[in-house]
C-alpha cells in the first residue's frame, strides 16, 4: 500500500458567543469560531484516510500552507501503515526550525490520518488496533463551562449529565481570584451529585494563589485542579502537588512529549493532560501514554474527542475522554453514547465522515 495523494480543506466553525459575564462572575472567554484543517490521504489500493488539525485562534492559513507544501511531500509515495517511521521523518525534517509549534500543528493532521489508514487497512476500528482495553470510557464535556455565567454553565450542562457526562471541566482565572472561587463553588453546587468539576486555569496563578485555591478547590470538592501554574514552573509544580490532596493535572500547553515523560518521572502530578494537535498527533501521545501507564499516571488528552475516543478505549493510561461539540458540523460519525459512556462506533478507522452540509463552512483558498 502506498500513498498517492494528500489533500487539504479548510473549514472556519462558529461556537457562538460566549454568553455575558459580568464583573462578580468572571470567566476567560472561549473562542467564538475555529478553524479545522482536514487532510484526505488516498492510497492505491483504495482506502483513503482522513485527519485534522483544530486552530483556535490564527494561524490555520499557515498550518494547511505548511501541509501542503512540506508535509505533503514527506508522506506521498511511502506506505501509510508505517506511522512511527514518517512521524521520525517529519521530526528530522524540522529539525533546522524545530518541529513545535506550527510543524507539529501541521503533521498532527496527516499523523492522525496515517493512523486512521492504518486501522482501516486492518479492518478494525482505531481503538482495537491500539489494544481495545475497554468498548467505551467515561467522559467530561469542557465547552460549556467557558466565557459565561455560572448559572448558564449549569443549564447548558444538565442535558449532558443525562447522557452520561461525568463532570464539568470550567476556566477560571479572569482576574477577581474570590469570584472565581464563588464561581466554582456556584457550579459544583448547581450540579450537585451529578457530576463533579475540574477547574483549568491555563497557567495564570503564581504559587501562592494556586496553594489558596487548591485547599478552597478540596473543600468543595473539584475533581482535579488543572494548569494552575505557568508550564515552565516545573519547581512550583513540585511543592503544589507535595500540599495537595486533589489531583493536580498539567500538561494541555506542553509542546513536546520531552517535557511529559520529565514531569511523569519526577513522580508529583497523577494526571497528565496532552493535546493531539499541539504534540504532533496520535504517535507522540502513545509513547506519552506507555510513559504514564509504567508510572501510574492517568492520561487525558485534550478534547478531540474524534481521536480521543480511540485513544481511551483502547489505552489502559487513558482514562477519559474530554468531549466538545466543536466539529459536529464538519464530521459524521466517529463516536456515539453508549450506557452513559462515549464509545466508537464499529466502522474502521475513525469512523468519520464528512458531514453532508460540511461545505457551508468551508474557506475557499
Known sequence: MRLVSLSTDHFRVPLGKPGRVSLTDPAPAGPQAIDVIVVHAQTDTGPAGVGFAVVAGAGAVAVRSLIDA??????VGQDPRQPEKRFAAAEAHFRGVGFAGVAARAYSAVDVALWD?????????????????????????????????????????????????????????????????????????????????????????DLGTAEALTHFFEDVGVEWFEDPLPAT??????KLAGMAELPIAVGSS??????????????????????????????????????AEAFGVSVS?????????????????????????????V???????????????????LGLTLAADAGKWRVPR
Open 70 to 75: 512540506e508535509v505533503s511531500p514527506l508522506v
Open 117 to 205: 489508514l492504518k486501522a482501516k487497512a486492518a479492518g478494525v476500528p482505531l481503538a482495537e488496533l491500539l489494544g481495545g482495553v475497554r468498548t467505551a470510557a467515561p467522559f467530561f464535556v469542557s465547552d460549556v463551562g467557558t466565557g459565561r455565567p455560572a448559572a448558564d454553565v449549569v443549564k447548558q450542562a444538565k442535558p449532558l449529565l443525562k447522557q452520561g457526562a461525568a463532570a464539568v471541566r470550567i476556566e477560571v482565572g479572569g482576574g477577581d481570584v474570590r469570584a472565581d472561587a464563588d464561581r466554582v463553588r456556584e457550579i459544583s453546587d448547581g450540579l450537585g451529585e451529578d457530576a463533579a468539576v475540574c477547574v483549568a486555569a491555563d497557567g495564570r496563578f
Open 233 to 238: 514552573d516545573a519547581i512550583g509544580y513540585a
Open 254 to 291: 506542553f509542546a513536546t512529549r520531552d517535557r511529559f515523560f520529565q514531569t511523569i518521572r519526577d513522580g508529583v502530578i497523577r494526571v497528565v493532560r496532552p493535546d493531539v494537535g499541539r504534540l504532533g498527533g496520535v504517535t507522540p501521545v502513545l509513547k506519552v501514554a506507555a510513559v
Open 301 to 329: 488528552p485534550v478534547r478531540m474527542p474524534e481521536v480521543g475516543v480511540h485513544l481511551a478505549c483502547g489505552l489502559a493510561a487513558v482514562t477519559r475522554v474530554d468531549r466538545v461539540d466543536w466539529l459536529a458540523d
Open 331 to 349: 464530521f459524521a460519525g466517529g463516536l456515539r453514547v453508549a450506557d452513559g459512556k462515549l464509545a466508537p462506533t464499529d466502522a474502521p478507522g
